[in-house]
């Protein structure tokens, strides 16, 4: 029987070629974005889920409190976790590891930049590196202890059997020495942690004295709870742990799970909100929605086709089949061209898999060798197999003998509207993706291109270390020598994001509960100039003006608003006690993204304490310049590799997700629409099909080919006109509810609907219309013949 039914199968795809081939290619698209977006949901899932004991590890954070305001971050005191590992019981382990660092790792002739953190010996137990040399217990406990990834040895010695070998570390002017310690496997791509190379913490501590201030914060903390600890109560009896060691503290502690971070840690005002977890429930509704799209196709052309098969079921009902034998052909019939949809579908995914691993910035691949891939893609195969034969299944096999031989086929009522209500809602999909992808594209291209009040555009970064940091006046001098480097300067800021700021600040007639953290910029002489800050008040730092250094601050408009709420006039403030006069005020700058208000900023002239140059060029010879530049840097400073970036390219990076946020939607906007269209065709052959006698008639009687045209095009173009109506309001409350995430965000523009509409409809139009014409220059005797 059941080969009965595969004969019968490959005899219908054989004749009904075209058919066969939507079908085919329709539920292929849609199972190939089903598996992609899968296999990245489950990639964005598993971020440090594969960490042994995942949920008793928690990052230990803070809410600052500034008067109304909270700001929730991740550094802490640098003194914390050996603090609470001895007093909290809960504690198995606690560890404080400080930002990541590049620094010039030297062995014998290689020279080369790692990228890496100070921790303590706890961090080793609490994440478990896999150790593949070295003893784990001896790992980071003296001073001389360096520890390597799997990575970072190959690279230095080309192997990892390299415990007790000795290293020579440099960054900025310091040399220091140690011993390779032990070596860890690679971390896996899904943890947020990386590094490799983990130096001493003890040592870090003891060249920074700030650390041992409960009211400075800076490193980051991280703790395993023993077995059995509740970490949600824990977390709540910490809030008070940093105030009752510093009196007058504005912070409260908590605890999160490391495991839930990365998808849910996010705040605003002291309360969580959705992060990144908005992104995959997006994304994992719309691969859902993709493959039922693809499925409604199925149902749509299987149906179009009915009254060619109605005959075929009547005879098989005459003979003796019986409505559940008709019902496991049809479904069987749908397995299998599901079946070569997947096979399709897997072929397509390895094709394409590097282009979206480079659009997502994963490493992804498909785990042939899981059992767990296997089910879950049969799964999808019989599941989607059933749902998109369900509808001709028992649509077909209900079909009465006797209209069969009448022929006559008629859909009911309820029938019809539920096709056409699938296929409204396919387009409702459609419009609501266009609409939210020009948006996006929209306000990401606002921020990209917006006038950040510097000039990132003709703006190079240099990190200073070595002879390049001691003789930075010398390397100044040379770059200035060249006409197309327009001015050179130094600081501690990089633009992109806080590094160094301060709650200590107070001016005159300051209410006490107008509180802020204003960011601390060190900077050298001609800052301003080389940046593109535009001063609106008062001076820039003057060499002639010896005070500048001890006395003197430039402010932010935002700081200045700040402290002239309170009263209007200001011209001194005091910073950590100690009295600063307003040399200067600069036009607000952003160095944050577009989502956060400008905070409030203090540049100060400290060029003792700044590691990185800002070289302003002429951007017509800019290949030339940056050549000139790179040898430059390599004849005054050979022993460290000469590095370089531009500003351009480092700030977008602050929307590198949603930059890749709008490309994903684009794509499966585009796909959304192709497999709508396939959808659409379906239909309008259904309704060319049953018109046919209509249609034959009308052209005897001389009807032109426009107005068949109209008779068939008319019920689609209402279809796709409602979806846009619909989707278009759906886009809207969705878009403004994206965009109110954004401080500095465009407008929802009346001409986004309009644009999105008539590229709907006029792919849908164009769909139908080639139908159409199938239909209206067919030959009427043949159609009224057949009837």
Same mark, same amino acid.
């Given at each position: 029987?059941?080969?009965?039914?595969?004969?019968?199968?490959?005899?219908?795809?054989?004749?009904?070629?075209?058919?066969?081939?939507?079908?085919?290619?329709?539920?292929?698209?849609?199972?190939?974005?089903?598996?992609?977006?899968?296999?990245?949901?489950?990639?964005?899932?598993?971020?440090?889920?594969?960490?042994?004991?995942?949920?008793?590890?928690?990052?230990?954070?803070?809410?600052?409190?500034?008067?109304?305001?909270?700001?929730?971050?991740?550094?802490?005191?640098?003194?914390?976790?050996?603090?609470?590992?001895?007093?909290?019981?809960?504690?198995?382990?606690?560890?404080?590891?400080?930002?990541?660092?590049?620094?010039?790792?030297?062995?014998?002739?290689?020279?080369?930049?790692?990228?890496?953190?100070? !921790?303590? *010996?706890?961090?080793?137990?609490?994440?478990?590196?896999?150790?593949?040399?070295?003893?784990?217990?001896?790992?980071?406990?003296?001073?001389?202890? =360096?520890?390597?990834?799997?990575?970072?040895?190959?690279?230095?010695?080309?192997?990892?059997?390299?415990?007790?070998?000795?290293?020579?570390?440099?960054?900025?002017?310091?040399?220091?020495?140690?011993?390779?310690?032990?070596? /860890?496997?690679?971390?896996?791509?899904?943890?947020?942690?990386?590094?490799?190379?983990?130096?001493?913490?003890?040592?870090?501590?003891?060249?920074?004295?700030?650390?041992?201030?409960?009211?400075?914060?800076?490193?980051?903390?991280?703790?395993?709870?023993?077995?059995?600890?509740?970490?949600?109560?824990?977390?709540?009896?910490?809030?008070?742990?940093?105030?009752? +060691?510093?009196?007058?503290?504005?912070?409260?502690?908590? @605890?999160? *799970?490391?495991?839930?971070?990365?998808?849910?840690?996010?705040?605003?005002?002291? +309360?969580?909100?959705?992060?990144?977890?908005?992104?995959?429930?997006?994304?994992?509704?719309?691969?859902?929605? =993709?493959?039922?799209?693809?499925?409604?196709?199925?149902?749509?052309?299987?149906?179009?086709?009915?009254?060619?098969?109605?005959?075929?079921?009547?005879?098989? +009902?005459?003979?003796?089949?019986?409505?559940?034998?008709?019902?496991?052909?049809?479904?069987?019939?749908?397995?299998?061209?599901?079946?070569?949809?997947? @096979?399709?579908?897997?072929?397509?995914?390895?094709?394409?898999?590097?282009?979206?691993?480079?659009?997502?910035?994963?490493?992804?691949?498909?785990?042939? /060798?899981?059992?767990?891939?296997?089910?879950?893609?049969?799964?999808?195969?019989?599941?989607?197999?059933?749902?998109?034969?369900?509808? *001709?299944?028992?649509?077909?096999?209900?079909?009465?003998?006797?209209?069969?031989?009448?022929?006559?086929?008629?859909?009911?009522?309820? =029938?019809?509207? @539920?096709?056409?209500?699938?296929?409204?809602?396919?387009?409702?999909? !459609?419009?609501?993706?266009?609409?939210?992808?020009?948006?996006?594209?929209?306000?990401?291209?606002?921020?990209?291109?917006?006038?950040?009040?510097?000039?990132?555009?003709?703006?190079?970064?240099?990190?200073?270390?070595?002879?390049?940091?001691?003789?930075?006046?010398?390397?100044?001098?040379?770059?200035?020598?060249?006409?197309?480097?327009?001015?050179?300067?130094?600081?501690?800021?990089?633009?992109?994001?806080?590094?160094?700021?301060?709650?200590?600040?107070?001016?005159?007639?300051?209410?006490?509960?107008?509180?802020?953290?204003?960011?601390?910029?060190?900077?050298?002489?001609?800052?301003?100039?080389?940046?593109?800050?535009?001063?609106? +008040?008062?001076?820039?730092?003057?060499?002639?003006?010896?005070?500048?250094?001890?006395?003197?601050?430039?402010?932010?408009?935002?700081?200045?608003?700040?402290?002239?709420?309170?009263?209007?006039?200001?011209?001194?403030?005091?910073?950590?006690?100690?009295?600063?006069?307003?040399?200067?005020?600069?036009?607000?700058?952003?160095?944050?993204?577009?989502?956060?208000?400008?905070?409030?900023?203090?540049?100060?002239?400290?060029?003792?304490?700044?590691?990185?140059?800002?070289?302003?060029?002429?951007?017509?010879?800019?290949?030339?310049?940056?050549?000139?530049?790179?040898?430059?840097?390599?004849?005054?400073?050979?022993?460290?590799?000469?590095?370089?970036?531009?500003?351009?390219?480092?700030?977008?990076?602050?929307?590198?997700?949603?930059?890749?946020?709008?490309?994903?939607?684009?794509?499966?906007?585009?796909?959304?629409?192709?497999?709508?269209?396939?959808?659409?065709?379906?239909?309008? !052959?259904?309704?060319?099909?049953?018109?046919?006698?209509?249609?034959?008639?009308?052209?005897?009687?001389?009807?032109?080919?426009?107005?068949?045209?109209?008779?068939?095009?008319?019920?689609?173009?209402?279809?796709?006109?409602?979806?846009?109506?619909?989707?278009?309001?759906?886009?809207?409350?969705?878009?403004?509810?994206?965009?109110?995430?954004?401080?500095?965000?465009?407008?929802?523009?009346?001409?986004?609907?309009?644009?999105?509409?008539?590229?709907?409809?006029?792919? @849908?139009?164009?769909?139908?219309?080639?139908?159409?014409?199938?239909?209206?220059?067919?030959?009427?005797?043949?159609?009224?013949?057949?009837?």
């Amino acid at each position: 029987m059941l080969s009965n039914y595969l004969k019968i199968a490959f005899r219908g795809f054989a004749k009904h070629k075209l058919t066969f081939f939507i079908n085919l290619f329709g539920l292929a698209l849609g199972l190939w974005a089903a598996i992609l977006i899968g296999l990245w949901v489950d990639s964005e899932l598993r971020i440090n889920r594969e960490f042994a004991d995942i949920d008793r590890i928690y990052r230990v954070m803070e809410h600052q409190h500034y008067g109304s305001e909270i700001f929730t971050t991740t550094s802490t005191p640098g003194v914390l976790a050996e603090s609470m590992k001895e007093t909290l019981s809960e504690i198995e382990f606690a560890s404080t590891y400080t930002w990541n660092q590049t620094q010039l790792f030297i062995q014998g002739d290689q020279r080369i930049k790692l990228d890496g953190i100070y !921790a303590m *010996p706890d961090l080793i137990h609490i994440y478990q590196f896999e150790v593949l040399e070295g003893d784990p217990n001896r790992m980071l406990t003296e001073n001389n202890h =360096v520890v390597l990834t799997e990575k970072g040895a190959i690279s230095l010695f080309g192997r990892t059997d390299v415990v007790g070998e000795d290293v020579e570390v440099r960054q900025g002017t310091d040399v220091k020495n140690f011993i390779v310690q032990g070596v /860890l496997k690679d971390l896996p791509s899904s943890a947020t942690l990386k590094f490799d190379y983990l130096l001493p913490y003890s040592l870090f501590f003891k060249e920074n004295d700030w650390l041992a201030e409960w009211g400075n914060n800076g490193p980051s903390t991280v703790l395993k709870l023993r077995e059995g600890v509740d970490g949600e109560a824990f977390s709540k009896s910490i809030s008070n742990y940093i105030a009752e +060691k510093n009196d007058g503290s504005n912070v409260d502690l908590f @605890a999160y *799970p490391l495991g839930d971070l990365y998808l849910y840690g996010q705040w605003n005002e002291g +309360k969580p909100v959705e992060g990144r977890i908005k992104n995959v429930k997006l994304f994992a509704m719309i691969g859902i929605f =993709v493959l039922v799209i693809a499925c409604i196709n199925f149902m749509n052309l299987s149906t179009a086709k009915s009254q060619k098969r109605a005959k075929e079921v009547g005879v098989r +009902k005459v003979s003796g089949a019986n409505k559940n034998s008709l019902i496991f052909q049809f479904l069987s019939e749908s397995l299998l061209i599901t079946f070569f949809s997947a @096979a399709f579908a897997v072929i397509l995914v390895e094709l394409t898999l590097p282009v979206f691993n480079n659009l997502t910035g994963k490493e992804m691949f498909v785990p042939y /060798l899981s059992g767990w891939f296997w089910i879950n893609l049969f799964g999808i195969i019989l599941i989607t197999g059933l749902i998109a034969g369900s509808y *001709p299944a028992f649509y077909l096999s209900a079909t009465k003998v006797v209209s069969v031989f009448r022929s006559f086929t008629k859909s009911g009522r309820g =029938v019809v509207l @539920a096709r056409k209500g699938l296929v409204l809602f396919q387009f409702i999909l !459609a419009t609501i993706l266009i609409v939210s992808t020009l948006v996006v594209y929209q306000q990401i291209s606002y921020a990209l291109n917006q006038d950040l009040g510097y000039s990132k555009d003709q703006l190079i970064q240099v990190p200073l270390e070595g002879k390049l940091l001691e003789d930075f006046d010398i390397f100044k001098s040379e770059l200035e020598r060249n006409e197309n480097i327009l001015a050179v300067s130094r600081s501690s800021f990089g633009f992109l994001g806080r590094n160094s700021n301060t709650g200590g600040v107070e001016w005159d007639g300051k209410d006490p509960e107008n509180a802020a953290l204003f960011e601390i910029i060190r900077v050298d002489y001609d800052f301003l100039e080389s940046t593109g800050l535009q001063l609106v +008040k008062g001076r820039e730092f003057s060499r002639e003006n010896g005070t500048d250094s001890v006395s003197g601050a430039i402010l932010n408009e935002a700081a200045l608003r700040l402290m002239e709420q309170d009263k209007e006039g200001q011209e001194f403030f005091r910073l950590w006690e100690e009295e600063r006069s307003i040399t200067g005020v600069v036009k607000d700058f952003h160095f944050e993204s577009f989502r956060q208000n400008v905070a409030p900023a203090i540049l100060l002239l400290d060029p003792d304490n700044t590691w990185q140059a800002f070289v302003k060029v002429n951007t017509e010879k800019i290949q030339e310049t940056v050549e000139f530049l790179e040898s430059t840097g390599k004849k005054l400073n050979p022993e460290f590799p000469f590095e370089y970036s531009f500003m351009d390219e480092n700030y977008a990076r602050l929307y590198q997700e949603d930059v890749r946020l709008r490309d994903l939607a684009q794509y499966f906007s585009i796909l959304t629409i192709l497999i709508s269209c396939l959808g659409l065709l379906g239909l309008s !052959a259904h309704v060319a099909e049953q018109k046919t006698k209509e249609i034959g008639i009308r052209k005897v009687l001389g009807a032109s080919t426009f107005s068949i045209l109209q008779v068939i095009n008319r019920e689609f173009i209402l279809i796709v006109s409602l979806s846009i109506i619909i989707g278009s309001g759906v886009a809207f409350w969705v878009m403004e509810d994206w965009l109110s995430g954004y401080q500095y965000r465009i407008s929802f523009e009346w001409w986004f609907i309009p644009l999105a509409a008539g590229a709907i409809m006029g792919i @849908a139009f164009l769909t139908v219309t080639l139908q159409s014409l199938k239909a209206a220059h067919s030959n009427p005797v043949q159609a009224i013949k057949t009837e």
